[in-house]
């Protein structure tokens, strides 16, 4: 195998996302997105906690699972994956 896929490979850091990269290697939301984003349309990665997400740009490119009556965001498609293995442990962390 010549290339790999960074979200298959777990490297001991729990769900598959590199820890020194302070987020889903760059899937969060730039700094200035962030900054011109209505408060109401910003939220937390469930999976990644303490990533931000934009909702409007995560619904936009798929990145959200509806669960119990309630809308869940992810910061990169490797979240909801996750998400579907175990929703109850990151819904009950919301």
């Not at 740009?57 to 293995?85: I, S, V």
């Amino acid at each position: 195998m010549t290339a790999h896929d960074h979200h298959n490979h777990d490297h001991g850091h729990g769900h598959g996302h590199g820890s020194a990269s302070g987020g889903c290697s760059g899937h969060a939301p730039k700094t200035e997105d962030l900054a011109k984003a209505n408060s109401d349309d910003v939220t937390e990665c469930l999976v990644m906690a303490g990533t931000p997400v934009i909702k409007s740009q995560a619904e936009a490119e798929g990145l959200y699972r509806d669960y119990n009556g309630e809308r869940y965001w992810f910061c990169c498609a490797a979240c909801g994956p996750l998400f579907d293995a175990d929703p109850d442990r990151y819904a009950n962390a919301a």
